[in-house]
């Protein structure tokens, strides 16, 4: 209805700049009588009076659509509320699944731009929301296709996100010279494991090729185990990696 109003209000703003253009004199217009004067002045009168005819018409149009939208709006709440009844749950039932949906489909959309290394991190949470997530696909209100579709649509990228953690990553080595490439720095990679203190994961994971952790070729094909933290085993062999370079003498390997 404000729309309307600066409609109308634009609509006269321009026609009375229009006539004051028309009747101002000018030097090269002739003075204009007062018979015509008149006459314009009543013909402007007339288009004004018109327009407000069509600004009050405007005013009933909006005001009967807006009696049609709370109507519609009635009828729709009548039409949840029964089927809300039908699937026996309520209104707040529906908005705190509503709730819970919009969090898990926001955190959903932070975790698919992370890299699988980042993923990783992040293993168990993505365990906990598929498993919430198909425990809601369970759920009456499931039923009702806006939510329906959105727990399915949100489940495929939850399913992908599955399908990174179990896929095998791989790191193809690079040269010292070039790269910089040992396994300290491997691991210190953002998309690897973002920690150098987790390269003794990489050498135990790869023991059919590494046979000396401080030795690796490039163009070796790595495989990158999975997880943020060593195992008991891992940590163990760091121990006894650490302890021999502790122990070798003073220039050994030079």
Known sequence: MRQTHRKFGWIVCLF????????????????????EWQVQMTSAKARITDLEKQ????????????????????DIRACEDALYAM???????????DKELSSMENRVAELQR??????????DEIIRIDSRLKEMAKSKIAMIPRYGDRV???????????????????YTVGTW???????????????????AW?????????????KDPDVIKPNWVLKIPEGNELSKDEKSAARRYYHKKASAPSGAGE
């Open 87 to 97: 699937l026996g749950v309520s209104r707040a039932d529906i908005e705190a699944f």
């Open 198 to 210: 987790m390269w003794p994961k990489i050498w135990q994971g790869n023991r059919d090729k590494i």
């Open 114 to 123: 992370m890299s699988d290394a980042e993923l990783m991190t992040h293993k």
């Open 152 to 170: 399915n649509s949100l489940q495929a990228k939850v399913d992908a996100l599955m399908k990174s953690l179990q896929k095998e990553k791989t």
């Open 55 to 74: 600004q009050a018409g405007l005013k009933g149009d909006v005001t009967g659509l807006q009696g049609q939208s709370d109507k519609l709006d009635a």
């Open 16 to 35: 009375l700049t229009a006539l004051m253009i028309a009747v101002s004199p000018t030097g090269a217009q002739e003075k204009m009588s007062k018979d």
């Open 177 to 195: 010279s070039r790269d910089r490439d040992c396994l300290w720095n491997i691991a210190k990679k953002k998309d690897i494991y973002a920690n």
